[in-house]
């Protein structure tokens, strides 16, 4: 297996399995993410492997790019969306009605009546008043929704405060003492509802599972309790989360993250005879994607000294909303320029518009390109237009 994403071949920064020449995609006509699409491939196989006879539903929020859908879903992947934009989007890349779980704590009486008429696979239930919308709208329509119960056990794992979906301060899931509430719903409506599943999703960018081992203990005897009292209950849907390494690149080290994630979940869930489901997302796809922009001026200031790039919070917010690190590699490598202590930042008018603050690189000149590492996952997909920018181009290599 290859060890490192990057590499710098005569000079010149070479990306992914094929090692592309990144040079030959920065051109004028402004910033670009690539996907390698067989990176791709590779993550999802290796994952699939850690977890034997599980299913796994990509969390398609994270790339929602067709090629990289398309991928997955010729590699054996089902997919996890949020919206019926993402059920849209899903169908239009291959994927079946069957193939998909629905999860969302806001889904609108439109979305779950599509949802219905399609005949998605598992609606996951983030509430009470959503299960009683569920029931009702399944009535109405004759219609038999297969549900999962999102459960919250109340567990913090160490992220980002705004990746974290299973405390009780969070809205995600629901609390613990809410299911004998729940059974009740399930029971009046049973001609409308059918409990398929519990579910669970602590977070994003986890790296370290103490809390991931915690909330499975937890709903594992709340899981035998509903199964006892609905037969239909056959699935545990472990949720995504599982992170990858931002500052360093070193694939070989995240498949040992990879195998105690799986071995931590394999282990608890054992001896529940549950049939096993994930929503990845991050692991799948962050790696597989760069985000290559040009340095439009060097400005220093007094205190600082400002790299100017024609790509911003508009392209890749996640520096300015969870202070994320991505590594910024130029394309060219010039072993004679001093190294200079830089704020990389974009061209929005907000000084949340950074890319990396006070980064030593090597010195950047004007018409240079760099590129951001690491932006397959949550980049494109949460890239906006404010300051009526252009959004970057995409381009997937196969
Ligand atoms: C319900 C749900 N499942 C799966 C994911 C995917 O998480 P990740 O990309 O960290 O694997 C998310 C992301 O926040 C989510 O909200």
């Known amino acids: 297996m290859r060890k490192t994403n990057f590499s710098y071949i005569d000079d010149s920064l070479c990306f992914g399995e094929k090692s592309i020449r990144l040079a030959d995609f920065a051109k004028a006509s402004g910033p ?11 993550r999802f196989l290796e994952m699939q492997q850690a977890f034997p006879g599980a299913k796994l539903y990509y969390a398609m929020k994270a790339n929602s790019h067709p090629d990289v859908m398309r991928t997955l879903k010729a590699a054996g992947a089902g997919a996890d969306v949020v919206s019926g934009g993402e059920i849209c989007r899903a169908l239009e890349s291959g994927f079946e009605p069957g193939d998909i779980v629905y999860s969302g704590v806001g889904k609108t009486e439109k979305e779950i009546r599509e949802a219905l008429t399609l005949g998605i696979f598992q609606i996951n239930v983030e509430s009470v008043p959503e299960l009683e919308r569920i029931g009702r709208l399944g009535r109405e329509m004759k219609k038999k929704a297969r549900v999962a119960l999102r459960l919250n056990p109340d567990v913090s794992i160490q992220t980002h405060p705004y990746i974290a979906t299973g405390l009780a301060e969070n809205k995600f899931g629901m609390e613990l003492k809410e299911v004998p509430r729940l059974t009740e719903i ?92 994930l929503e990845p997302g991050r692991w799948l796809v962050g790696h597989a994607g760069v985000l290559l ?25 996640r520096p300015a909303l969870y202070e994320a690190h991505h590594r910024l ?61 252009d959004l970057p181009t995409e381009i997937p290599i196969s």
Not at 297 to 317: A, P
Not at 369 to 377: E, N, S, Y
């Open 293 to 317: 922009t040009q340095v439009q001026y060097v400005k220093q200031t007094s205190h600082r000294c400002f790299v100017i790039v024609d790509s911003g919070m508009n392209h890749l917010i």
């Open 186 to 277: 399930l029971k009046t409506s049973s001609d409308s509802l059918e409990l398929v599943g519990v579910s669970l999703h602590l977070g994003s960018q986890m790296l370290e599972f103490g809390g991931l081992e915690e909330a499975l203990r937890l709903l594992k005897p709340v899981y035998r309790e509903l199964a006892a009292q609905f037969p239909t209950l056959k699935k545990f849907d472990a949720g995504g989360g599982l992170g990858i390494l931002y500052h360093e690149d070193d694939l070989v080290k995240e498949s040992e993250a990879l195998r105690v994630y799986a071995k931590v979940i394999r282990d608890e869930l054992a001896d529940l005879g549950a049939e096993l489901q």
């Open 32 to 42: 670009v993410y690539l996907y390698d699409l067989a990176l791709i491939r590779s």
């Open 329 to 389: 590699l130029p394309l060219q490598k010039n072993p004679q320029a001093p190294l200079k202590k830089v704020d990389v930042v974009g061209p929005i008018c907000e000084s949340a518009d950074f890319f990396a603050k006070e980064r030593e690189l090597p010195e950047l000149k004007e018409g240079e390109w760099l590129a951001v590492a690491d932006t397959g996952a949550y980049g494109f997909s949460m890239a906006n237009v404010y300051n009526l920018q």
